[in-house]
């Protein structure tokens, strides 16, 4: 089952809420004493994560989780640490699952015992999932906090983006389980930031997506994203504003699109401006000076001039 996205939480006593973890989603199967990980796209995820079959194991029960592969890092999820965790060596595997463990949040309770809770509304599955938790929870498992409250709902998308928490996943308490199904609600957290263009897709007459830089701690303008692609006045007002940048620029010719968070990794062409600075709208995913995902532009900064966003943003660092 999966979460379709809306732009509000829906509110009404039918409603549960949930954090959305930043995270792989993964289903748990244990039965006869072994244990299977698997993606939402069917891929075999048991040798990167033994420690999570371990722990799995120990509930000593015949199950089928639902829930999400996360890994915890200096205060916060650490969404690339977790990638780090696909190794394609079984020893190294283990090694990692040493220094940087994961852990399962478990969402939901899909069988139990050799019967199938799918049928079975939200709310009947969710009583199942604390009474097999509630008699042991082994180091690594965790059980997903999940609240009827609106407030505490909102509390999760205001107050936690820092510790890597998306925003929120919204399931109706008389749902059934139903595979492939996009029934659920999730509401991503959404905040502004500004950012330097140094970039764009496209060409100044015929802009199609900007590429956008923040400075760092070394004072260097890095690529940290690309935005979504660019519609309505905004080309023609972009335009009115940037400008090529004929002579040096801090950016190589082609950029690697690993920096807007593709996998695999692509070279892309771009065309450098002068740097300019605009306002955008962005999820929570930011690490390593990077957007993992496409960021929304919203206006240009005209009463900004980069290298004074430099300073401050060096000076709040």
Known sequence: MAAASTEKLPVGEKWIYEPKFDGFRCLAHASGGKVRLQSRQLRSLTRYFPEIVAAVAELGEDVVLDGELVV???????????????QPSTAQAGRLAAVKPAAFVAFDLLARKGKDLRPMPWAERRRHLEELLGKRLPH??????ASADLAVGRLWMREHTDSGIEGV???????TYRAGARAWRKIKTRLTAEAVVGG?????????????????????LRVAGRTTALSGAAPRELEQVLSL??????WPKVILSSRFGQRPSKPVNYVQVLPSLVELE????????????????????????????????????
């Open 140 to 145: 690594g498992l965790i059980l997903m906090p």
């Open 282 to 317: 962005v999820d929570t995913s930011y690490e390593q000076d990077r957007w993992r995902h496409p960021v929304r532009f919203l206006r240009i900064r005209r009463d900004l001039d980069p290298l004074d966003w430099q300073c401050s943003a060096e000076d709040s660092a």
């Open 72 to 86: 915890w890092q200096q205060g916060r999820l650490d969404f690339l640490v977790l990638q780090e965790r696909l």
């Open 200 to 220: 764009v897709l496209g060409s100044l007459p015929d802009l199609e997506a900007l590429v956008v830089g923040r400075f760092g701690k070394d004072r260097r």
């Open 169 to 175: 996943v919204a399931k109706r308490v008389d749902q």
């Open 245 to 250: 940048a004929r002579g040096q620029h801090p």
